[in-house]
């Protein structure tokens, strides 16, 4: 009987204590005893009607939009981190988080290039030393470096 | 072996509750086992479909639940057809003849081929 509640503990692993979530364990538990106890009653063994059960249970995945039932944000998720923003529900939070994210790719590429640059010493005349104390130096060479090469080119 | 196409039957999961509760209230497993039997052991709805469905129904106000207290801890949610359950059940059951009309013609033609 504990496998049917270890089953519904991983099916539900990745979906928060909402309402709507309880409402499903709830109801989804209550059939899947019963059929799990008729089973038992009509003379098959533990084991068989526990295959029985789970083989017939189905997959919540493909309900769980109509059933409005949400799964967490977080790396819990079984899609990943981003598949609660990119439900078709929300598109607007999702468009939010894609602003977010890219932004903050744009700014660290530009950074990285810039501490490049600064580091090398490609479009200068001098080498920066290597290190954390002198990250700041770099940036900013790498960065008038940068500004010298496209007026430099205009 | 053909198997039945789960696209299809999810439109009609509803006129098969419905029928069955027509005869009178029942719960999850009991609706779920006279599906199949009905069926020849064709059709086996699943619970997840079969919860989802209860579910949409409820919210549509076509069937209403009550829940029973059986021995020991153990509860069971019975189902019961409203009278907007009737009305949405026949209007199912056109839907449906008028889906296996068209269909159906379409058939013919290519078992003629």
């Known amino acids: ?154 | 072996m053909v198997e039945i196409s789960s696209d299809i039957i999810r439109g009609y999961n509803d006129i098969m509750i419905l029928k069955i509760l027509m005869d009178g209230s029942s719960y999850g497993y009991e609706i779920q086992k006279k599906i199949k039997e009905l069926t020849d052991g064709k059709y086996v709805i699943k619970e997840t479909t079969l919860y989802s469905a209860f579910a949409r129904l409820e919210k549509a106000g076509y069937v209403s639940s009550t829940v029973k207290n059986l021995e020991g801890e153990k509860k069971r949610t019975y189902y019961d057809m409203t009278a907007l359950g009737k009305e949405y059940y026949t209007m199912k059951c056109e839907e449906w003849e008028l889906t296996r009309e068209v269909i159906g013609k379409f058939v013919k033609e290519i078992s003629r081929a």
Not at chain 1, 42 to 48: L, Q
Not at chain 1, 69 to 93: C, F, L, N, Q, V
């Open chain 1, 1 to 154: 009987m504990n496998r049917i509640q270890q089953k519904l503990d991983g099916i539900f692993i990745n979906f928060p204590d909402t309402e709507e979530n309880r409402a499903a364990r709830e109801k989804l538990e209550e059939m899947m005893y019963d059929k799990y106890d008729a089973l038992v009653a009509e003379g098959k063994s533990s084991i068989e009607a526990y295959a029985i059960v789970n083989a017939e249970l189905g997959d919540l995945e493909s309900v769980k939009e109509e059933l409005g039932i949400t799964e967490y944000a977080g790396p819990m998720s079984s899609k990943g981190m981003t598949s609660a923003y990119t439900d078709e529900k929300h598109p607007e939070r999702a468009k939010v988080i894609r602003i977010i994210v890219w932004s903050l790719v744009g700014v660290c590429g530009c950074l990285a290039i810039f501490w490049a640059l600064g580091l090398c010493g490609f479009f200068g005349d001098h080498w920066v030393e290597w290190g954390l104390d002198v990250a700041w130096d770099n940036f900013w060479t790498g960065f008038k470096r940068v500004l010298h090469f496209l007026i430099f080119f205009k």
